[in-house]
């Protein structure tokens, strides 16, 4: 069973940035793909963005597309989110989940870790 721990989250000001990390447990991280969600208060969770198993791939809400990069590091089981000019409308908490798949024409996540709050104000 993979384990993902989630960090990086906190307080910013809009047009901030964070950067997110998912460490993930186990030896077989490199073998499939990863991805990020988000769930604000009073609103079911959401597509962020995944990464294929390589990181040649990936694929992005269009609600993030330009400001989020999702990338991931095989050697040290990590997955990262950079997020940049950050809005009031990104404050959720951000889960990062492992996807079925090695590739991620869609994506489909098969485990999840806590979540890390992240808060825009303005």
């Known amino acids: 069973q993979v384990q993902l721990v989630e960090s990086g989250g906190g307080l910013v000001q809009v047009g901030g940035s964070l950067r997110l990390s998912c460490a993930a447990s186990?030896?077989?991280?490199?073998?499939?793909?990863m991805g990020w969600f988000r769930q604000a208060p009073g609103k079911e969770r959401e597509f962020v963005a995944a990464i294929s198993w390589s990181g040649s791939s990936t694929l992005y809400a269009d609600s993030v597309k330009g400001r989020f990069t999702i990338s991931r590091d095989n050697a040290k089981n990590t997955v990262y989110l950079q997020m940049n000019s950050l809005k009031s409308e990104d404050t959720a908490v951000y889960h990062c989940?492992?996807?079925?798949?090695?590739?991620?024409?869609?994506?489909?996540?098969?485990?999840w870790g806590q979540g890390t709050q992240v808060t825009v104000s303005s």
């Open positions: 186990g030896r077989t991280f490199s073998t499939y793909s």
């Open positions: 989940a492992r996807g079925n798949t090695k590739v991620v024409i869609t994506f489909t996540p098969v485990s």
